[in-house]
């Protein structure tokens, strides 16, 4: 007879668990309770409804009951709690949620996949009035939906700059309402650093979201929200995005370890500290591949990755569980954004010694028609030069890049690596060197110490110093806009002009991109200047990380006009 398996929660984990089981099982009893009406649902979709881009909230159900009866001989059974765990007895109590009667039902085995809770801070007043919405299934994508078109809603706050505020902001703009999207933090997308942050904040601002950083909600009322610098914005209807919290409370009931991170503790093969009971998904907390912490990750596919290691386990298959890095991608408006590994952020955290390599290619050979900028940011180990993370933005599918990161992460790659990586290349998808090729060959050289760089951050203190800043653009590009105090040296003349560059502070170049202003300080470099920093990013990079600073708070440019493109 074969094994008798109980699964709590039935979205990603739970019904990947399920069916993991059914393949290694046919013998098996297998039972999903889902304490919701639905099973198997994409619960990364339900933003794209308000916008209808998915025009029937039911086409976010996956499959329903019968069908996992019928395909996979599985009980998918909905609104059915699991109240209770007897581990000793190796038993659950059921109760339905629509009668309120209860049933205990053995299991040999048991996966836990609760998932998370939308975050509701009790600190703010009215965060638990009927026009305030968190989005976490299909009911409530519907409930959200029913109150805005019943109530003639126009303006719409989201709470929370994440992936889940971000793409309901933008599929609110795109459904025809005036959206507020407040951040605590001084960026959105907490998975990207600052920097590239304020290009996807320059594109929130130029569709009309009504971006607000660095504040808070400290109050709601049915007509708008009170923020803690005191500002005050119209609102008929919130939605909290600020996060989640692991749903524990049943594995607490039970005796289960928590962890330091408030998520369930499991084992190399997801199993708890109870025999028989195994847990996944955004309820568990799981190891950083690269720093070895534990951390919480809410993703679908490490939900279904850790369902078929744990279910693999159960089947006594080995398992090899080697962290996860976290690889994630959004689009926004007419961007789209991905990272993958360590932020800046995280590696100055964990106290990792660092560096960065930036290169802004098109994202196609510039002579095709509809070349963009690609923003590409490598963040690589130093002395090492090991590959920690990557970020990148643009119009194209930055996926890919990232995705070419993410796997030489795994195989524990370096920056040279990426020189000679053979990839894909034609006209209409690449430049001929990639910008990862690019990346890694700007990553080598900075970690050979061929040349020196400043970061775009440093830029603003560089004028307020009226350092000497040299801008090596043909003066055309140069009248269209520029920093303030730069002085204009054209690549084409700045041999013939170097009387004007000093040799004994100082001197910091760009041009529009990097590459021009890299040239141009090797060159000098192999002229003896030894005091040369090119500026990471140049005149875009600049563009970028200044305008919504400069936009939002009214302060002082250090450009005369900003540039956004590579034409």
């Not at 524990?248 to 190399?268: P, R």
């Not at 994630?328 to 660092?354: M, R, W």
């Not at 041009?511 to 040369?532: F, K």
């Amino acid at each position: 007879m074969g094994k008798n398996i109980v699964i709590v929660g039935g979205v990603a984990g739970g019904a990947s668990a399920a069916a993991r089981c059914r393949r290694l099982d046919e013998s098996a009893t297998i039972t999903i309770y889902e304490k919701g009406p639905d099973v198997s649902f994409s619960n990364c979709s339900l933003p794209y409804h308000l916008s209808k881009v998915v025009a029937d909230a039911d086409d976010i159900v996956l499959m329903q009951p019968s069908e996992f009866k019928l395909q996979y001989n599985i009980d998918a059974i909905v609104n059915h709690e699991v109240i209770a765990i007897n581990a000793e007895a190796k038993t659950v109590n059921v109760r339905n949620v629509l009668d309120g009667t209860i049933q205990t039902v053995a299991y040999d085995e048991l996966v836990l996949s609760p998932g998370a809770v939308p975050v509701r801070p009790q600190s703010i007043k009215g965060i638990n009035d009927e026009n305030v919405f968190t989005i976490r299934n299909v009911v409530d994508i519907k409930t959200l939906e029913t109150f805005l078109i019943e109530h003639k809603t126009k303006t719409v706050t989201v709470v929370g700059g994440g992936f889940i505020g971000v793409e309901t902001a933008e599929n609110l703009v795109k459904g025809g309402y005036n959206v507020n999207l407040v951040e605590g933090c001084d960026h959105v997308l907490g998975a990207i650093d600052y920097d590239m942050a304020q290009i996807v904040q320059k594109t929130l601002l130029d569709n009309k979201v009504n971006l607000i950083t660095n504040d808070s909600v400290t109050e709601i009322t049915k007509t708008a929200v009170t923020l803690k610098s005191g500002r005050k914005l119209n609102s008929e209807v919130v939605i909290a995005a600020i996060g989640v919290a692991p749903e524990t409370h049943l594995a607490e009931k039970t005796g289960i370890a928590i962890g330091a991170t408030g998520a369930i503790s499991v084992d190399q093969n997801f199993q708890t500290n109870l025999p028989h009971i195994h847990a996944v998904g955004d309820a568990i907390e799981v190891t950083n591949r690269q720093t070895g912490q534990k951390q919480r990750l809410d993703l679908a596919f490490s939900a279904q990755i850790q369902a078929r290691q744990a279910t693999d386990h159960i089947y006594g298959r080995q398992t090899r569980n080697r962290g996860v890095i976290g690889s994630q991608c959004i689009p926004i408006f007419e961007i789209n954004v991905a990272s993958t590994g360590l932020t800046e952020s995280d590696c100055q955290q964990n106290k990792l010694d660092h560096r960065v390599a930036m290169v802004i290619p098109k994202d196609k050979v510039p002579l095709m028609p509809h070349a963009k900028p690609l923003y590409f940011k490598l963040i690589f180990g130093y002395p090492s030069g090991k590959i920690l993370g990557a970020q990148a933005i643009g119009e194209s599918s930055v996926d890919k890049q990232i995705d070419i990161i993410a796997a030489m992460i795994t195989q524990n790659g370096y920056v040279e690596d990426l020189e000679t990586l053979e990839l894909c290349y034609q006209p209409m998808f690449s430049t001929a060197k990639n910008a990862v090729n690019m990346a890694g060959l700007v990553a080598t050289n900075i970690l050979n110490g061929e040349y020196k760089q400043v970061p775009l951050s440093a830029v603003r203190g560089l004028v307020e110093k009226d350092a000497v800043i040299i801008d090596v653009r043909e003066k055309v590009e140069y009248n269209e806009g520029h920093i303030i105090n730069a002085i204009n040296i054209p690549m084409s003349e700045f041999r013939q002009r170097l009387d004007e560059i000093p040799t004994e502070q100082p001197v910091y170049v760009h041009c529009l991109s990097s590459q021009r202003s890299y040239n141009v300080v090797r060159a000098l470099g192999n002229l003896g200047y030894t005091n040369i920093y090119n500026i990471t990013g140049s005149f875009l990079g600049i563009s970028e990380y200044e305008y919504y600073q400069d936009t939002v708070s009214g302060r002082q440019p250090i450009v005369t006009d900003y540039r956004f493109d590579l034409r």
